[in-house]
């Protein structure tokens, strides 16, 4: 499969991401790019996000994620901490509270030491160091 097609989804009420695999019979994309679940209740609309496969790893071999937290390896300095983030036909690393939006390509050519999955922009421990 290509790792550039897959994806995440963060359910925004449950506080969690929903358990893998992903059956196309229970959730549904709108044209205007909602993701829904349908269930006896009717459609959810708003309670879900997707979250893209960047096509990309980490040093690990972990794949990375739009929403994922990255930082460089030879870094453990929790401001430089970056969000993953999708917008305007690409991935983005988004560092902006120091001045820092670059493409996800560039951050991987400048980055020196490697690039490791530190979470998610979910986890509390990761929103708390940015």
Known sequence: MN???MFRVWDTQ???YVAAPC???FFLITPDGKLCKYD???ICEDRYTIERCTGLKDDTGKLIFEGDAVRRKSCSDPRYNHAVI???GCFWVDGRS???LLKFIQYGKMRAGG???IGTIHDEEVKNEQ
Request: charged share 30%.
């Open 98 to 100: 120091r001045g820092l």
């Open 14 to 16: 449950e506080k969690r």
């Open 3 to 5: 790792d550039g097609l």
């Open 115 to 117: 690039c490791i999955i």
């Open 23 to 25: 059956h196309s019979d």
């Open 86 to 88: 999708w917008g305007s």
């Open 40 to 42: 006896i209740s009717g």
